[in-house]
């Protein structure tokens, strides 16, 4: 499995953070932020810091991405990614910042298809990360989006009556065709696939587990 190198302390992601711009986003002063921050559990090796949508939504999220000089992008078909939630089989903190632990992108599934690697992902007692958790974990480790392995965020998905959309979100690197325009080539892109579909270029992230507040 394709595993992060360790990330930086609590306090240091915190840091880098706001110097994003989180606080703004959150409407928050720098020192609110902060403050938020300091509740987080005592860091671990594998703590990874994720933004709640509740204090700031994926949509904001993503244009703090950067690859190469380029700026993250929602595509344009999903312009109702905030009605994306958890799904049934996993909870997330209500905390507006929680951490979570031993993020993996999920390589050796490659070319599953979302469907088929959601029991895998139970079945090994891990979770599934949500969109927010996947760009979160980017935003820490932009390195880990790399061409031809990138990977898909399977606990968000859109409630559609009694069944679910078919979309899945998925995080990966534009290839500037179609709607996405030229000169988003080389961005980091918020996207979506079919659950039924596979994608050789396309993994499934998972963590081992969940923390809130201390």
């Known amino acids: 499995m ?16 706001v110097d994003l711009g989180l606080p703004d986003l959150a409407g928050m002063t720098p020192a609110e932020f902060r403050e938020l921050g300091a509740s987080l559990p005592a860091s671990n090796a594998d703590s990874i810091v994720v933004i709640h949508p509740t204090l700031v939504s994926a949509a904001l999220l993503a244009p703090l991405l950067h690859r190469e000089g380029k700026t993250g992008f929602i595509v344009a078909d999903m312009d109702d990614l905030a009605e994306f939630v958890p799904i049934e089989e996993v909870s997330i903190p209500a905390a507006p910042l929680y951490v979570i632990h031993s993020v993996d ?19 090994r ?7 927010n958790e996947g760009i ?14 990138c990977f898909m965020t399977i606990a968000s998905r859109k409630k559609k009556g009694k069944t679910l959309d078919s979309r899945t979100p998925a995080i990966w690197i534009s290839g500037g065709t179609g ?13 979506w696939c079919w659950a039924g579909n596979r994608h050789t270029w396309l993994g499934f992230a998972s963590a081992d587990s969940r923390e809130d507040i201390h």
């Open 2 to 17: 394709a595993t992060a190198t360790p990330p930086p302390t609590i306090a240091a992601q915190i840091e880098k953070l």
């Open 105 to 123: 992108r999920g390589d050796d599934m490659s070319n599953w298809s979302p469907n088929e690697a959601l029991s895998e992902i139970l079945t």
């Open 179 to 191: 709607r996405d325009g030229r000169a988003n080539r080389d961005a980091p892109k918020v996207g």
């Open 136 to 149: 979160s974990w980017l935003l820490q480790h932009p390195d880990q989006l790399q061409p031809n392995w």
């Open 125 to 131: 007692d891990r979770t599934p990360l949500t969109v």
